[in-house]
């Protein structure tokens, strides 16, 4: 992927007429062209010219997963400089949803998530992001299929690579490129309030999802060590102020961690802060990561959701096709990187 800006400032440099710039923008992101060879309404010279001086692809796609029965695909990319990235595409009946990655691990270290062990390795591009998104929809092409949504919940936190997450769905939505409408992307935060209160005064209409996974402060500090930094009544009346100057919803995610954070007494709290209209909980069954907690059986996810509905709360259990090849939100693991011996 390569920004309007950087290949219009090419063509100046090579003393091309500004129609050139777009052409080639329109190509790499409606043609999702790979390279400029096939770029034919170029002059063969401006294309070797080009290729020179441009790179199309911000990651190199190294292996691609499908699981069984091909409603997930994870795919791992390395960066130029020689970092593993992953992200996944979940294919439903009409929906085609790429899950994007937004750091190199991650700093939080939340306890039940593969790629907080890692700790941060580095930030994405929004360059690196958006090719996530054009990988997948080159695959999907062949099945005449298109990406029809975003969410950035892979690995890292888009809220502590704020800029460049914004400046990908910026992109992802031109109307001169790639075209995706704002409300088909969702960013997904582990409860950076500054980044939340920012978020509210963006002007597109992007969906926000806040990461809660538990409903007492003393729980949450165990799962998510950034509770004491921003706890939840900090989150709570940063998702209110949202509510307010956005006018949009706010969707709460909870992976499900069983015997953990589905008690009575988490429920019972939770039904009292995810209240509608505004607010809906999605209830996530915990992939196993190799550490201490325990996913839930379908039954206990679906007495929880119950339990929560009869509270009043509006509360999906999201499905998970990615889960048998480590390709659900938040799984990506990296195991490849993390077999490595360390030094
Ligand atoms: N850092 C952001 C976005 C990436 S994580 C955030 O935390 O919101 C995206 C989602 O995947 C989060 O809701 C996260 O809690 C979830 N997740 C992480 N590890 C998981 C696991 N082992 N099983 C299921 N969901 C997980
Ligand atoms: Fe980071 Fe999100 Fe994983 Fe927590 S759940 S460690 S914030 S990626």
Redesign the pocket.
């Known amino acids: 992927m390569i920004d309007a800006p950087t290949i219009a400032a090419v063509m100046t440099d090579l003393g091309e007429p500004p129609y050139r710039a777009r052409q080639v923008y329109e190509a790499l992101t409606r043609g999702l062209a790979v390279d400029f060879d096939g770029m034919t309404m170029l002059p063969a010279a401006l294309r070797r010219a080009l290729a020179e001086r441009l790179r199309p692809l911000s990651l190199e796609a190294v292996e691609t997963r499908a699981a069984p029965r091909g409603a997930a695909r994870k795919t791992l990319f390395t960066t130029a400089d020689g970092h593993p990235v992953e992200a996944v595409l979940m294919v439903y009946a009409k929906r085609a949803t790429v ?1 994007v ?2 750091q190199v691990g ?1 700093a ?1 270290g ?1 306890a ?5 062990r890692l700790g941060l390795r580095r930030d994405l591009t929004a360059e690196e992001m958006v090719e996530q998104v054009f990988h997948f929809a080159r695959l999907l092409r062949g099945d005449e299929r298109r990406v029809t949504n975003v ?10 690579n704020y800029d460049e997450t914004l400046r990908a769905c910026r992109l992802l939505n031109d109307e001169c490129g790639f075209n995706l409408a704002a409300r088909s992307i969702s ?5 950076v309030v500054p980044g939340i209160d920012r978020f509210a005064e963006e002007p597109l209409q992007l969906n926000l ?3 809660l ?1 538990a409903a007492t402060d003393e729980l949450r500090d165990r799962l ?1 060590p950034l509770n004491r930094a921003y706890p939840l009544d900090d989150v709570f009346a940063a998702c209110a102020r949202y509510v307010r100057r956005a006018h949009r919803k706010v969707l709460f ?3 499900v961690l069983r015997g953990v954070n589905d008690t009575d007494e988490q429920a019972q709290m939770l039904a009292a802060r995810v209240r509608p209209p505004h607010y809906h909980l999605n209830l ?6 190799g ?1 201490e ?1 325990a ?1 839930p059986r379908a039954d206990q996810l679906a007495a929880l959701r119950a339990r929560l509905e009869a509270a009043g709360v509006s509360c999906t259990v999201r499905r ?1 096709p990615g889960a048998e090849i480590e390709a ?4 990506l693991a990296l195991r490849r990187d993390e077999a490595d011996p360390q030094p």
């Open positions: 899950c990655s937004t991650c939080v939340c039940f998530c593969a790629s907080g969410v950035f919940m892979g690995m890292g936190e888009p809220f502590h960013v997904s935060t582990v409860g999802a806040v990461s996974h998510v995610e909870y992976v996530i069954a915990y992939n196993d990561t550490g907690f996913r998970s659900a939100c938040g799984q």
